[in-house]
């Protein structure tokens, strides 16, 4: 059985404006790293974003670990969002507060209002981010402020922070568009490798299809909210990624 | 899926964090606490109770709606009153010209960067316009009822030292922020002071000198609504004596014209400003 | 100017391109100019006349002069309040630690005041735009357009004389301007990190706690500093309509014709002002 099930989901803004999202379907399996490819203004931030219900969409279904999120209350989407870790194209930290506090901030699904109000975590939890944060490589910067680091590191507390939720899926919101090219293949590889150490399924949206070939082994091309290609990484053929960006050639 | 297990081999040495590490931790609580001490001390030494604190609200709602209510609308209508009024209006635009012509050069002589000479004027520019900022309009208004009497003569020259101290700071404040690019440039070529001052500098604040001005216009406005009730003239004056003739809904009926005025001059001169930041633009 | 600028949209692009302007657009050219400059022209004399009609007004009109009886009667008033009244110093003590506590007092007390307000008044996370952000409007524009005198009479009928008005009226007035200088904060905030927080399954408590509360924090810490250092010449006038501190003091002194004493009164409040500039000063070095 699938991990993420999508069918017939369409997005649009406000009722009148345009459809972003054009009925689409898909799947991902437990094992999946799923790439989403496509122009921009393809769909793809979109799409990613409906998945934990970031943006509502206007149609469709979205069946999570077997439960329909669209027919989710406040109180359970939270208790859906917790299971679902997010990495962000511009990493979305709390800039004014250190890395560990931006890390456990990833707890907060789990932690009580009174208790975050005096940020106490529990001990497992600190000591769960003081792991994750020696397996991405930031032991030395614990204590610093977010807006102290450079950007792959930033990325990184962004990576360490989703892990922290212990998630069952991973959704990549376009990872390493802020990234320059050296330091975006070091961090796709990171995920990649967690991704396997912690068996969890990943949703990657990304602009990148040179990276998308290289760290995926399934790829979602869409163009302009529809789906042009849906297959494993060795099928997608010349012709394709031509149709995916037919747009841009023009 | 949910058997995942975070137990990744763990380092030699497990990595140790706490949020309160040990001298930090130590002064920031002292730091607290020292505030926490204060605070009650100023509740002991104030003689405050607390109950009352927290009675003050309803008790000023209750006491509003009993007293205040209704407001004796038709008093707004009287011809002194109205004529008050724009005699406040009349004051605060005086007071804001003139605080606003003095305030350029003391926040010329008072900006670090241009000032005349840093021994002499510009402490001088400073402390006339701290001066003026430290002592309230309304004691303003009291020490020049003293001296020249009872009148609107008085509500002018407290407003315009009000307004001295408003506008001089912020126009102080933007000068020293100015490029000083032009003002070395037009130095190099032999201008004297006041050159620079007028070439230099007020082409670079001009505009923001102009906003700062409506704003304090509209401060002063605020300021001239009570100087009356200390002898300055306009519509404080019709207050004071409502308030002491304890004519409650008379008070009301004033206070709501206040409000009113209040809320007009501040659209107003927020829309100026808006106008005037849309030429910056262009 | 401000002003000047009314007209200027009419003219259509004539001055483009700058440098030789040849035939027709060089009369618009100085048409144009000389409009502008007819149009600043009357624009000052119109203000003068405004200044002028409300110099006799207010001025000329309405001042006894004979009462203030000339150049020497101005100084001799004026040099009544050089003599310093340096008796008066033990008892000016006490009421500026009153007044600095209700400076203190009241800024504190206004912060928990503004906070509501500032969240009604926020348009990205009032609970309602239809209610709660009127309401939190509302509540800035009045608690900005009542002046502090008038609040402090207001409070004084209330609870009766002493410190508690004049920390009920500086907390009041202090709302406006921090519940608005908040909100605009709110307002202006970088939506991503309310984004992550709402992805991890944050609560709307823990969004606002740990998305909106760091970002805003030196912003909303820089203005509650400068509000206090405004509240402390605030907190000296409230004892004028019987609210305590150091306005008391000036009163009393002003009752009993003791100028030396006023003058005394007034260096006073000097002194505690420029002690909350340092302070404020090296406060809001340190925030930020």
């Known amino acids: 059985m699938p991990v993420l099930e999508v069918r017939d989901l369409r997005v649009r803004y406000n009722n009148t404006g345009p459809e972003i999202l054009r009925g689409l379907d898909f799947s991902v399996e437990a094992s999946d790293f799923c790439a989403v490819i496509g122009p921009s203004g393809a769909g793809k931030s979109t799409l990613i974003r409906c998945i934990n219900r970031l943006v509502e969409p206007s149609g469709g279904s979205i069946t999570l670990f077997g439960e329909d999120m669209l027919a989710l209350n406040a109180r359970d989407l939270r208790r859906m969002r917790r299971r679902i870790g997010m990495i962000f194209q511009e990493f979305n930290l709390v800039n004014r507060m250190s890395v560990m506090d931006n890390v456990l901030s990833g707890r907060l699904g789990y932690t009580g209002s009174l208790r975050s109000v005096f940020r106490l975590f529990p001990r497992e939890d600190v000591e769960k981010a003081l792991e994750l944060l020696a397996r991405v490589g930031l032991s030395d910067h614990v204590n610093k402020r977010a807006d102290a680091l450079s950007g792959g590191q930033r990325q990184r507390v962004g990576i360490a922070r989703a892990l922290m939720q212990q998630p069952d899926l991973l959704l990549l919101d376009e990872p390493t568009s802020a990234l320059d090219p050296k330091i975006s293949r070091d961090v796709m590889s990171l995920i990649r490798d967690l991704a396997r150490e912690f068996d969890v399924p990943v949703l990657c949206n990304i602009h990148d299809v040179q990276l998308a070939t290289e760290f995926c082994n399934r790829i979602i091309g869409l163009q302009d909210g529809i789906k042009k290609f849906d297959g494993p990484t060795e099928t997608m053929q010349k012709a394709n990624m031509e149709e995916i960006y037919a747009m841009e050639v023009l | 899926m949910s058997s995942q297990d975070m137990n990744t081999p763990r380092p030699a040495a497990p990595p140790q964090w706490t949020r309160f590490p040990f001298p930090e931790t130590l002064i920031r609580y002292s730091a607290l606490l020292g505030v926490l001490v204060f605070l009650a001390w100023s509740v002991h030494f104030l003689n405050l109770d607390l109950q009352r604190v927290l009675g003050a609200f309803p008790r000023l709602g209750a006491i509003l709606a009993d007293r205040y209510f209704p407001p004796e609308l038709g008093f707004i209508l009287d011809q002194r009153f109205l004529m008050s009024v724009l005699n406040t209006i009349q004051m605060s635009i005086l007071g804001g010209a003139f605080g606003v012509l003095l305030a350029i050069p003391l926040a010329w002589f008072a900006s670090h960067n241009v000032t005349l000479h840093r021994w002499i004027f510009y402490p001088f520019g400073r402390l006339s316009i701290m001066g003026c900022r430290a002592i309230h309009e309304t004691i303003w208004t009291i020490l020049f009822v003293t001296v020249i009497g009872f009148g609107m003569f008085a509500g002018v020259l407290a407003l315009t030292m009000f307004c001295i101290g408003f506008a001089g700071k912020l126009f102080s404040d933007e000068i020293e922020a100015i490029d000083m690019k032009p003002v070395e440039a037009l130095r190099s070529t032999g201008a004297g002071p006041l050159q620079v001052f007028v070439f230099g500098v007020l082409p670079q604040v001009k505009i923001a000198f102009v906003g700062i001005s409506i704003y304090t216009w509209d401060v002063a406005f605020r300021a001239a609504t009570v100087v009356g009730f200390f002898g300055g003239g306009g519509m404080g004056w019709y207050l004071q004596r409502a308030t002491y003739e304890l004519q409650s809904t008379r008070v009301a009926a004033i206070l709501l014209t206040i409000i009113a005025l209040v809320s007009i001059s501040e659209v107003v001169s927020g829309w100026l400003r808006q106008r005037l930041a849309g030429e910056r633009l262009a | ?288």
């Open chain 3, 1 to 288: 100017m401000a002003m000047t600028g009314t007209g200027k949209p009419s003219g259509g692009g004539a001055t483009a391109g700058g440098g030789i302007l040849s035939g027709e657009a060089a009369t618009t050219y100085f048409e144009r100019r000389r409009n502008d400059r007819m149009r600043k022209a009357l624009i000052w004399t119109g203000v003068a006349l405004v200044l002028l009609w409300c110099i006799q007004v207010t001025i000329i009109a309405d001042t006894d002069w004979e009462r203030i009886g000339g150049r020497f009667g101005v100084l001799g008033s004026i040099g009544r309040f050089l003599l310093l009244d340096f008796s008066l110093l033990p008892h000016l003590l006490v009421p500026a630690i009153e007044t600095m506590m209700i400076a203190t007092l009241g800024t504190i007390l206004g912060c928990f005041l503004a906070l509501p307000v500032a969240w009604f008044g926020a348009r990205n996370v009032t609970p309602s735009l239809y209610i709660f952000y009127p309401i939190g409007r509302f509540m800035m524009v009045l608690s900005r357009s009542v002046h502090e005198i008038i609040w402090a009479i207001l409070f004084v009928g209330a609870v009766g004389l002493g410190a508690l008005p004049g920390i009920l009226a500086v907390a009041v007035r202090s709302i406006g301007f921090i519940s608005k200088i908040t909100a605009e904060a709110i307002e202006n905030i970088d939506p991503k990190p309310v984004e992550a927080i709402r992805a991890v399954g944050g609560n709307q408590f823990q969004v606002m706690y740990y998305g909106i509360l760091p970002q805003i924090m030196p912003v909303v810490l820089g203005t509650i500093i400068f509000e206090w250092d405004i509240n402390i010449r605030r907190a000296a006038v409230m004892g004028l309509v019987g609210a305590g501190g150091l306005g008391l003091v000036f009163f009393r002194q002003m009752a009993m014709f003791n100028y030396g004493g006023v003058t005394m009164v007034l260096l006073a409040i000097l002194v505690l002002i420029i002690i909350g500039e340092i302070v404020s000063h090296y406060a809001r070095k340190a925030v930020t």
